[in-house]
């Protein structure tokens, strides 16, 4: 399996820290959204201890570092999460690096080229400029309702679905939750030609409650959207989540746990 590695001295009298870096994409990543996985590996005689990983690629925003500190031994492995920004899509996303805090090296950190088999960077950049394109041909607006009808039901919420710079028939086949939010709706439901709005009645429930899903969940707002446009074949695709939403999703959260603990 290829891999990258820091060679050389990034500093003229400090010495390389032997670490190689590669990138992988688990569906844990795939659902969440805007993650990856770096695995490193010590590939020295001495142990390293790692303190930050991050992501650097031309191709995306840069995202916070991963704050992670382990002793690697020689030879030991480990993989750690890196996040990404909003995808440029006017540039690819090689080469790229994993950049790496160390404590052996505080006040530089490591810029390790990142290998990237079976092209894991360049699927997820394609992707997201496809999903990016598709969110201007086809516009969806989510709107919830201010409470459920009851402290333990589901949230009524309505998905609208606007023509962009879309023609033909517009097919709205599949939406998807995340960690803590389970959405469901009458699916599938078609905007046909003549028409330029759809309005598609969903509810959303919580999918968890458990204080480690609560404290632990990265994403809780990525929620997938399957849209075939014409006659091609169903693309993927997000539902856009304002800061209002968010908080009428988080408040509806609280209090549904607190109803159903």
């Known amino acids: ?19 190689s870096a590669e990138a992988y ?14 695995r490193l590996t010590n590939t020295g005689d001495a142990p390293v201890t790692v303190t930050s990983v991050a992501l650097d690629s031309p191709g995306f925003e840069s995202a916070p570092e991963t704050r992670r500190e382990i002793e690697l031994g020689p030879g030991n492995r480990i993989d750690v999460e890196a996040g990404y920004g909003a995808v440029r899509c006017d540039t690819g996303p090689e080469p790229a690096y994993a950049v790496i805090g160390t404590a052996e090296r505080a006040a530089t950190p490591v810029r390790v080229p990142l290998a990237t088999p079976y092209d894991v960077l ?7 400029c496809a ?5 201007r041909a086809v516009p969806v607006t989510l709107i919830p309702e201010a409470a459920p009808p009851e402290p333990a039901a589901p949230l009524p919420a309505r998905l609208v679905v606007s023509r962009g710079t879309a023609s033909g028939d517009i097919r709205v086949d599949e939406v998807g939750g995340s960690v803590l939010y389970a959405l469901r709706g009458a699916l599938p439901a078609t905007m046909r030609a003549d028409e330029d709005q759809l309005n598609i009645d969903i509810t959303i429930d919580a999918a968890r409650c458990d ?6 969940a990265k994403k809780p ?10 006659s091609s074949a ?9 800061e209002e939403n968010r908080r009428t999703l988080t408040n509806y959260l609280t209090t549904t746990c607190d109803a159903r603990r």
């Open 131 to 135: 999903a990016e394109e598709l969110a």
């Open 1 to 19: 399996m290829l891999s990258g590695c820091a060679s050389g001295r990034d500093a003229e009298d400090e010495p390389a820290i032997p670490l």
């Open 211 to 216: 204080p480690h899903a609560l404290a632990e």
């Open 234 to 242: 169903p693309a993927y695709s997000r539902i856009p989540v304002s």
């Open 221 to 230: 707002f990525v929620f997938p959207l399957w849209i075939a446009v014409g």
């Open 25 to 38: 994409r688990s569906r844990e990543d795939d659902a969440a959204g805007g993650r990856i996985h770096v």
């Open 122 to 128: 360049g699927r997820i950049h394609d992707g997201d």
